[in-house]
Every structure is written in structure tokens, then in C-alpha cells.
């Protein structure tokens, strides 16, 4: 049987965009064992796609786990070395090259925008007969082209500069269509959870408070924090017609989460606290079940939004158009300042985010009235 190799070894958030994709890789490979490598923390949310035969961690392809300063060798020389990766890999290197590298692909697929040296280095590095890639997207790497070039692939999917700022459902579209789909609405690449039961329970153990019959989920914490906003800022956004939220994160925002309470007790909210404290698919049948999601931008918001959840987002400019806005403007609504230096890639010329930071109460406010 014939083997694809798909490549996302990029973020959750980019990996939930993606997902809606996945079935029309099915219908053109259609013979093919489909394997799906993606990050460890982004696997649950593939552990039940029916459209892929095997599902693997990303980490397992990407750089040798090496002593950093050889680590750091090897990132040098995959910047400029690429083509002759071997000599800064070491015996040990070598090895773990064989050891990862052994199965031959006949397709590899890599439907990245924005790549990164660590992904190339895969790309150059797996054995695939055909290699399809995307060019044009050069916002984070000067030396983008020509990590593109050195990488060898055999088919590049090309984002005009015009295009630069597109959305990523549309980029999924026409990736796909190039490889042979017909696709030609965003419905049809729409974003897809795969759960086991809408009716399991929604917690990690048993123990925890229930869930009110209506509430606001509240998702207040990113990977990045300058796309956070102060917690008296967030409670503003919340719908005054529930008084009941729950509150959701992972285990490393635990310690952040005490503000983001006390501004919703002093607001009259109830709170239900469970950052930590569920799995990505426990997580997903929260946001599903609630009224209403508030949230930062983060993974989290895309989920509640493919779900046709109502929503309120607080989305700065950084990469504006490319990751928001998306779904029904009347039902997903998004906040933020607007101003004229919008897609600056997050960096920001005044150094305080203020298209987030500075979201005016008065916005805010008037939103609920």
C-alpha cells in the first residue's frame, strides 16, 4: 500500500483551522495509509479523525534530543548547511537520523504556511518520492526562500505577496484544490472535532462541581500574553443575562487564574474554576455545551467558533485576517482597537500591544447595554 505523510508540526490553534481539510486529503489519496504527524499536545484532537490511518507526534521526526550546545550546532547548520546536514550531525545524530527517518513515504504533504527551519529539516530528511510544500509566505524568516529551496520538495502550492494576509481556510482551500480536490466554499473546509460522546462527562474526575444548565465559558489565557487583557477588562465582556461561568485553561496557567476569579466574584459572577483540570476533549464538550464563549485569542476560541458557538473575542491585529475574523460576524463577534498598523506580525512599533491592551471600557460596555 502506498504511504502520505502530512506535516503540522505547528500549534493547536492552527492545527483546529486545518482539521476541516483532512477529509479531502482522503478523497485524493484515497489508497493511500495516511499518517498524521502533529505535535503531543495537539494529538487528542486527531485521536478520532476518521480520515488519516495513523497518528504520530510531531516530536518524534523533529530535531535529535541532543546536549544543547550540539542542538544548537545542528539548528546553524540547517540554517545554512542544510544540503549537507550530516556533517553536523554526529554519529549519534546519524543514528537517530535511521532510527526516525527508516519508513519511505510516496507523498510527503507539508500544508504550512508559516515554516519553521525545525520543519524543513524534516521535510529534507524523510523519505518521500514526492514532497509538496508551501512558498511565498516569508513573515517570520528572512532567509525563507531559500530554506524552502534547500528543503526539496517537489511541488510548492505559491501565496502571492497579495495574499500574504488570507485567511488560513482559504490557504487550506486552495492547498487542496491544487492537489486535485474542488472545493469552493469555506463550508467545505470548515473545522472538525471528532469526540467520542456529546453526552460524557465534561471533567476530569467526578468530583468537580456540576456545570450550571446555562453558563459563559470563559477562556481568559494564550500562549502569548501580550494577547491577554487585565481581568476587569474580560468580566466586561460577559453577557449579563447568565451569572454562572466556567473557567478553562491548561496546567501551566493555574497560577494565573486567582485575578481573573476574584474579578468575576466581585462582579456578582458564580465560578466554576477548571484550568488544569480537563483533557483537550473534556475541554471541547465544555465550550459545546455552554451559551456563550469569551475568550482571548487562543486555540479555544477557534474551537468554540467551528463549533457555531456564540462567542466574544478579543483579537489584536498582530496577524489580522489570517487567524480572525472567521465564522458568523453576527454570532462571533470580535473586540479589539482598531488601528492603522494592523498586520505587524506582532511587533509591535509601540511595545504595548495597545490593539488589545488599550480595548476601550466604553466598547466594552456598550456591547451588553
Known sequence: ??????????????????????????????NYHIT??????????????????DLIAYERLSYPKLHPATRRTLIDGVLHRLANIGEVLGKEGARLLRLVFGVQYDVLIC???????????????????TK????????????YDELIARAHFTQ???????????????????FINELGAHVSALEDVWPEVWLADRRQNCYASEKELFVPNEFVCLAP????????????????????????????????????VTPVILALREAGFGCLDLVGKTSIESLVQI??????LVSVDNFVLHIGIAL??????????????????????ERNIVLNCVMDCFYCNWHCKYGDYRCVSNLQESLVSALYK
Open 287 to 292: 465550550v459545546r455545551r455552554s451559551n456563550c
Open 1 to 30: 500500500m502506498k504511504r502520505a505523510l502530512i506535516l503540522r508540526g505547528d500549534n493547536l490553534g492552527d492545527a483546529v483551522l486545518f482539521s476541516g481539510a483532512l477529509k479531502h486529503f482522503r478523497r485524493i489519496y484515497p
Open 308 to 329: 457555531r458557538v456564540q462567542t466574544r473575542g478579543i483579537v489584536g491585529g498582530g496577524h489580522w485576517g489570517r487567524f480572525h475574523p472567521w465564522g458568523d460576524p
Open 132 to 143: 509538496i510544500g508551501v512558498s511565498g509566505c516569508n513573515q517570520n524568516y528572512a532567509e
Open 156 to 174: 510548492l502550492v505559491t501565496i502571492s505577496a497579495e495574499d500574504a494576509w488570507e485567511h488560513e481556510l482559504i490557504t487550506n482551500m486552495k
Open 36 to 53: 498524521l504527524a502533529v505535535k503531543k499536545a495537539v494529538m487528542p484532537l486527531f485521536s478520532r479523525c476518521p480520515y488519516i490511518d
Open 221 to 256: 489565557f494564550s500562549t502569548s500574553p501580550v494577547k491577554e487583557v487585565q481581568p476587569d477588562v474580560l468580566v466586561r465582556t460577559i453577557p449579563r443575562l447568565f451569572r454562572d461561568v466556567v473557567i478553562v485553561g491548561s496546567d501551566r496557567e493555574r497560577s494565573r
Open 111 to 129: 500544508p504550512v504556511r508559516s515554516v519553521t527551519p525545525d520543519l524543513l529539516w524534516v521535510v529534507k530528511n524523510c523519505k518521500a518520492q
